[in-house]
């Protein structure tokens, strides 16, 4: 779903008919979606993925929808059900602060690629991502954008020592 204003009612009726999908999706986008509920919208898709049994899950894009700590903690605790879930996308999330990123370790193990462009991530956010990556040894992607995530070398020290790391 792609920048689609649905009623919370249709919103709802979309993740009931998913659930049923659980063992054929494997990719999901909620791309400019969620935050139009808020925070609802997010506890639906976190008990969404939270309720599937054995999902094949290897994508979820939630790019651009305002989510913001609180948003996130309901669709981690969804995601560490997703055990395939390899590759995610939280871009233009701006909400989303060094809390929230330190909120994802738990899916640091399994996850390959993690999509973090156009956010404010800062230096506390650099050094939570850094510390709870240290040691992986599953991801293969980080994308962040220099432009808009505001680093000094503070955070950049944080993930050198990740990539330094043998």
Avoid at 36 to 44: A, F, L, N
Avoid at 62 to 88: A, F, H, S, Y
Avoid at 121 to 148: E, H, R, S
């Amino acid at each position: 779903f792609f920048g689609n204003i649905i009623s919370d009612e249709g919103f709802s009726e979309i993740c009931g008919a998913l659930v049923t999908q659980q063992s054929r999706l494997e990719r999901l986008g909620f791309r400019e979606t969620l935050g139009y509920g808020g925070q609802q919208r997010c506890v639906t898709v976190g008990n969404l993925l939270s309720s599937w049994r054995a999902p094949n899950l290897r994508e979820l894009q939630l790019d651009n929808n305002e989510i913001d700590d609180t948003g996130l903690q309901p669709l981690v605790t969804g995601m560490m059900n997703c055990r395939d879930l390899r590759v995610l996308h939280i871009s233009g999330n701006n909400l989303i602060t060094a809390a929230g990123l330190r909120s994802l370790s738990p899916l640091f193990d399994s996850l390959e690629e993690l999509r973090l462009e156009r956010m404010y991530i800062g230096d506390c956010g650099a050094v939570a991502l850094a510390d709870g990556l240290m040691g992986n040894k599953a991801l293969k992607f980080l994308f962040v954008d220099p432009n808009t995530a505001d680093i000094t070398d503070i955070g950049w020290v944080a993930f050198s020592k990740l990539v330094c790391d043998t």
